[in-house]
């Protein structure tokens, strides 16, 4: 059982990684190991409900203007380019969710290290490329590559790699600026956030789950929009003027050291 400050822990380490792409599941399963000595999957998909909300509540603005797109302009681009690109990974998660939930890997620090190590390489030799900003938004990205950024996204589901953070370097080499690479990753990351959410209350294991940990899904996800909400705010305004490069270096920082404790204590 978590005590209550590990539980706000946990919803303040979700909140704060979901949309900086340092991957928020391969931190969650870091921050319970260092806790617990093990991971708890169903804990962390129901920490996904804070920040949806946030996500939700944030581009609230920019949701009404896609339905309002959709049903009366007739301009369906930006909506389908979002379905493009969330579909890949909602099929792929949800005919693997056997492996994707298992212990040994989605609980394992080792496949989280080098997811981390991995993708923040990725990171700073893009900052490092010549890059044209040829795309102004998500609406103008041509369907194929939207479904390209999909398929990247799918890479997602190996905890450390995170899904800001795979659809973000995808956005940046189909030609979008980071700042309108992170706002298309965080909307076309909500059909998938929502059908995690329905699916946590249709399954009979995850309601029961629910019922027996109430009161820590409740305080963890509280802190988790609470910290959603800011991190998704600091985001888009920090890629305005900053480049990923810094949050590859901290991922690469972060995987060493990982892997360095594993291979010391074993």
């Known amino acids: 059982m978590l005590t209550l400050l590990q539980t706000i822990i946990l919803g303040l380490v979700q909140g704060f990684t979901e949309f900086i792409p340092v991957s928020s599941s391969g931190h969650l399963v870091l921050a319970q190991v260092l806790m617990s000595g093990a991971s708890d999957h169903l804990l962390i998909e129901f920490l996904d409900l804070g920040t949806t ?35 890949p990974a909602g099929i792929v998660g949800y005919l693997l969710s056997d492996l994707i939930n298992s212990s040994w890997f989605f609980g394992s620090v080792v496949v989280v ?13 893009l900052e490092m490329l010549p890059k044209a900003h040829h795309v102004k938004n998500g609406e103008e990205l041509s369907a194929k590559r939207a479904l390209v950024v999909g398929i990247v996204q799918v890479l ?63 305080v963890s996800n509280i802190f988790a929009f609470i910290a ?15 480049s990923l490069a810094v949050f590859g270096w901290y991922r690469v920082v972060l995987g060493v050291i990982v892997l360095a404790v594993v291979l010391l204590v074993q």
């Open 113 to 125: 290290a080098i997811g981390l190590i991995v993708v923040g390489i990725v990171m700073i030799v």
């Open 228 to 242: 959603g909400m800011i991190a998704v705010t600091f985001m888009l305004s920090y890629l305005k003027r900053h």
């Open 53 to 87: 909300l946030a996500l939700i509540i944030y581009f609230r603005k920019k949701i009404y203007e896609i339905l309002h797109n959709i049903f009366v302009a007739r301009n369906i681009r930006l909506a389908r380019n979002l379905l493009l690109t969330a579909i």
């Open 156 to 218: 997602a589901l190996i905890p450390g790699v995170s899904r800001s953070g795979s659809t973000i370097i995808a956005g940046r080499l189909a030609g979008l600026s980071a700042k309108e690479a992170a706002e298309y990753s965080f909307l076309a990351s909500l059909p998938i956030m929502l059908g995690v959410s329905l699916k946590l209350f249709a399954g009979h294991t995850e309601r029961a789950y629910l019922l027996a940990h109430f009161s820590t899904v409740l």
